[in-house]
């Protein structure tokens, strides 16, 4: 089976922390790859896709390594709303292969 | 715009019961997909659809039926229901994978147990 792996978590961290999260795929066939959140008992939303060169939307920084099959989320200054589930997707071909998600849970 | 519609939210069957779970997109999406998600075991895709009249297995096909007659509908149908097949079923949509980064629309999700 083709994996999309991530520490499962719990992240507990406080507001306003820096928190990372990586994630290894095993395919290296894999094409694209993105970033989706997912709120307890809620569909998945994007949050981002992962460029080779990185990319950052405001708090947020994806970044792709292909050379060592890994892509990381970097979040600053973490607010409660980025409490939530984190689920590292790769695409191959037609299909996307989730990863069973990353827990961050915000505390003030 | 709707986006992605399933229905029903909930469901409870009895073991042997067949039904059929709906989705409906309204965005002219090529692309179409069924998920399960488990406790512990992530999303696993089931059926999808690159078009209307062409469908495909994914990861865990057994037990459930899809037919795309038209765009914009993609039921999943489960035959014989099993005490296995209680999870949390998405549908999801989006134009065709294959052209650049297209993000996927997930609808709200049916949430299904069997007794």
């Known amino acids: 089976r083709k994996e999309v792996e991530q520490d499962p978590g719990p992240f507990n961290v406080p507001e306003g922390a820096t928190v990372a999260f990586n994630c290894t795929y095993s395919?290296?066939?894999?094409?694209?790859f993105f970033w989706y959140r997912q709120d307890c008992r809620k569909e998945p939303k994007l949050l981002m896709s992962v460029y080779s060169s990185g990319n950052e939307d405001g708090r947020f920084t994806a970044q792709l390594n292909r050379a060592s099959q890994y892509i990381s989320l970097l979040i600053r200054d973490s607010k409660l709303s980025d409490s939530a589930t984190y689920l590292c997707?790769?695409?191959?071909?037609?299909?996307?292969?989730f990863g069973k998600g990353t827990t961050l849970s915000v505390s003030s | 715009n709707a986006g992605v519609t399933q229905t029903p939210k909930f469901q409870v069957l009895k073991t042997g019961q067949s039904m059929t779970l709906q989705c409906a997109q309204d965005m002219n999406h090529e692309y179409m997909s069924w998920y399960r998600q488990d406790p512990g075991m992530g999303l696993r895709l089931i059926h999808y659809?690159?078009?209307?009249?062409?469908?495909d297995q994914g990861e865990v096909p057994n037990g459930y039926n899809v037919s795309r007659s038209t765009t914009e509908d993609f039921p999943l149908r489960l035959l014989s229901a099993a005490p296995s097949q209680t999870s949390v079923y998405f549908c999801?949509?989006?134009?065709?994978?294959?052209?650049?980064?297209?993000?996927?629309?997930f609808g709200d999700g049916t949430r299904l147990s069997i007794l």
């Open positions: 997707v790769g695409r191959e071909g037609t299909a996307l292969i």
């Open positions: 395919n290296s066939a894999s094409q694209s």
């Open positions: 999801a949509s989006s134009y065709h994978p294959t052209e650049s980064n297209q993000p996927q629309h």
């Open positions: 659809s690159v078009g209307a009249g062409i469908t």
